[in-house]
């Protein structure tokens, strides 16, 4: 398998099926003697701003900082042993709803859709 | 059975879903400036779109990706970067365009500026999103599109010389205003090839849940749809080149000439059918452009997407289409004019097409994709030169036109 053609940038797809981002970042561990290690998934904005420059992730994790606490300083973290299998998408047995990374489309949802009729 | 119920379905819908503010007002300043000589632009295109679409749906047919979305995969982000905001821009803009369509019809229709109906034009498409299901918005809408086909009984009433028709399929150089010729030929193209129209294909199979066993039924509806599509656009160039110079009118610079085009030959129903049509075939563009933004960014993104689940269940989906939708509104009620707005972002489309079809056609190469349904060489030979013309065309005429008429 490879890295950079077969993970990064494929969709992820949680537990219910939900899809929940894509694969924006990759972070490895580097050990004495040994080969590398994958440890976790990046997800957000921040992963992706970075890979256009070091200038823009520190400016998106300062917005994201502003907009959702500290929490959300820097990228979502999904561990590598909860990847379950990589095809068409990629299956992690995690529930999106026990992690940060749907704060924004829930926020919009409370605060926007369900307020205009028809969008419960 | 059931294949050949979905198969006409298909049909129709494209057919309905090809007619819209671009292919008309082209055809009609090709046809008005130029008689039959420009009808090879539309031959050209509709032929380059039916090897897109078909590839579109084959894509997603086998491969369970969408065409955004495989961009990305295959591609990296950095990449998917430029045709992601060169679509997002060009779409923007033509879904402006769109809107200004439907609106100009109400205006025929009531008398109200259009500009006072760009909003409440936006407001029905946006409603339309919020509450219906993609089955409504595909085959309902762009089955009322079929009313466009009065372009073709009109062309045939009007009995035009089918050999001269014949010789405009053929490509010639232009006898008098050649960077105007040049300019429209772009604009034809650009109005055939839209990205939304195979993107939106594309997402379309995934949410009919096509696999392969739907790559003759994508074949036939590729080619008929478009084909037929292609035939109402020559119609419209055709009623165009024979109504309007008698008239004295070489050039269409205000779309009150637009009328014109049926009531000299159906007299008021003339009127009554152009204003329909003109509504129709804007109003369900406007739909599927709409859409069209939210698959592509949440698609891009790795969001929920689907326009059959309620909006409270794709946040980040309905959020983008309803921005989409308000924020193209916002440029015709400042009073851009649609006429003008059209014939730029047509030409525009042409110029950013090779950002999209670059890769699709990598893509379409690529086994891990597509498996054994890889491309054959006609298929992409055929794509790549209407494409690089398309571009060339448009790098040379949009300024021409921008420069050339101040």
Known sequence: MHLVRDVLDKQIVDRNKTKIGKVDGLVAEMRDGQPPRVLFIE?????????????????????????????????????????????????????????????????????????????A | MKKLVEISLGVVTSVGGFLEIGSIATAAQGGAAFGFQLIWAIVLGTVCIIFIVEMAGRFSAVSHHTISDAIRERFGFNFFLWPLLATLLVNSLVLAAEIGGASVALEFATGASFRWWALPVAFAIWLLLWKGTFGVIEKGVSMLGLVTLCFVVAAFE?????????????????????????????????????PYLFLFYSAGAIEDKWDSSYLGANRAIAGLGMSFGGTISVAVLIVAALVLPPQGIHQIDDYHQLPL????????????????????????????IGLQ?????????????????????????SAVYSLAIFASAILMVLGLDPLKLTNFSMALTAASLPLTIVPMLFL???????????????????????????????????????????
């Open chain 2, 158 to 194: 009007l009995r035009p010389d089918w050999t001269a028709v014949a010789a405009g399929a053929l490509p010639s150089l232009p006898q008098h205003d050649a960077g105007s010729y040049w300019f429209t030929a772009v604009s034809i193209l650009g109005a055939s090839i839209s």
């Open chain 2, 261 to 288: 085009l049926l009531t000299s030959v159906f007299g008021w129903w003339g009127f009554v059918l152009f204003t329909a049509s003109l509504f129709i075939a804007c109003f369900g563009a406007s739909l599927e």
């Open chain 2, 364 to 406: 379409m190469n690529d086994e891990r994709y597509v498996k054994d349904r890889r491309n054959g060489w006609i298929g992409n030979a055929a794509v790549i030169f209407v494409i690089a013309l398309g571009f060339v065309l448009a790098v040379v005429s949009i300024p021409l036109e921008i420069f050339g008429q101040s």
């Open chain 2, 293 to 317: 933004q939210a698959y592509l960014v949440a698609q891009g993104f790795g969001w929920n997407w689907g326009e059959d689940l309620k909006p409270s269940d794709n946040p980040g989906f």
């Open chain 1, 43 to 119: 997800i957000g904005s921040i992963a992706l701003a970075r890979r256009l420059g070091p200038r823009l992730q520190r400016w998106a994790s300062r917005l994201a900082e502003r907009l959702g606490g500290r929490k959300h300083r820097e990228a979502h973290h999904i561990p590598w042993q909860e990847v379950r299998d990589i095809g068409v998408d990629i299956d992690i047995d995690i529930d999106v709803r026990d992690t940060a990374i749907f704060d924004w489309q829930d926020w919009l949802r409370d605060h926007i859709i369900r307020r205009i009729p028809g969008g």
